[in-house]
């Protein structure tokens, strides 16, 4: 029975394995090592609405794919099935579902059947995707805290990348972190920043935006690397390093990043306030560059979109 914690906005549609079925008979084996071993590689994409062309636009489809592949590399996971499409699956579960909003897709590829913990196949593919509006956080900024569970280490349960046994640590940390109101941000063993269970830190201190480098126990976000590239566009310095932990109280601006919550001011941090305590200007800028890159008003980056309905050709 659903909760009101749990997604009510579900679509008709979802494709497994190439086939396109109702969402309602898209079903897990009990006994498959992508439920019992979390054995599963996923992505996390956004579709963005424009509506001057009627157009909905998968943002950075191609990288997300090639980080999907690059997980299932490391997890050493079979090919899923022949003729597999998952690019083609994306615009059509898109189009199944009659998508004309912001909207949240999921690819997921996991080991099926019943197997053990080193089982390499056979390889289920899934796509599903559903409306997401932006979070109400992008324009009021979020509270966080230091947790003190650690980030997974890169030579335990590797960060970088995207596999569904990683969010066993990031599940801990955002539970620690809920109790008092607030987001998590993870620090690795080392104690310097890491990032949040879902996204990446960024600060601004002294002019300069800083962000942990993607050794210091991160994934290798997309957002993060878009970011860094409209930064460095706007003449806004950008340094990749390790960042402390008091840096977190020192910075007079700091957002939390990633597909889904986009870019997510940090007010404060274990109730101290960054600057004002409110989102700031370079916080505010990057929002504006982000919103308008995304939604195709940056011609420089129109390459990171992907069209999902018949583009118009301005003919009548
Ligand atoms: C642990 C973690 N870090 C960072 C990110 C941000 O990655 P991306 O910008 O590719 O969505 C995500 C979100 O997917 C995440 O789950």
Known sequence: MAT????SDRPAFAIMNGKTIPFEDAKVSIMAPGLTFAVTVFEGLRGYWQPDEEQLYVFRMED??????FSMKIMELEDPPMGTDTAGEIIEVLRANKMYKDCYIRTQAYVDDWGDITATGPVTSSVVCRPRAR???????????????????????????KV??????S?????????????AIILNRDGTVSEGPGGC??????????????????????????????????GIKVEERRVGRTELNLAT???YCGTGQEITPINTVDGKPLGAGKPGPITRELQTAYDGLVRGHNKKY??????????KTGEN
Do not use: C, M
Not at 201 to 207: A, E, S
């Open 171 to 183: 599940r801990l940390a955002g539970l620690e972190a809920k109790r008092s109101g607030s987001s």
């Open 64 to 69: 997300h794919l090639k980080r999907q592949e």
């Open 135 to 161: 979070i109400e956080a992008f324009l009021t900024g979020k509270d966080f805290v230091v947790v003190s569970w650690r980030r997974n280490a890169d030579d335990a349960s590797p960060p970088r990348i």
């Open 4 to 7: 009101l914690h749990q997604i």
């Open 302 to 311: 129109h390459h990171w979109l992907t069209p999902v309905w018949p583009v």
């Open 253 to 255: 601006e700091g957002f």
């Open 164 to 169: 569904s046994a990683n969010y066993l640590n």
């Open 201 to 234: 830190i960024f600060l601004f201190r002294d002019g300069r935006l800083i962000t942990p480098t993607i050794n210091d126990g991160i994934l290798e976000s997309i957002t993060r690397n878009t970011l860094i590239t409209l930064a460095t566009d706007l």
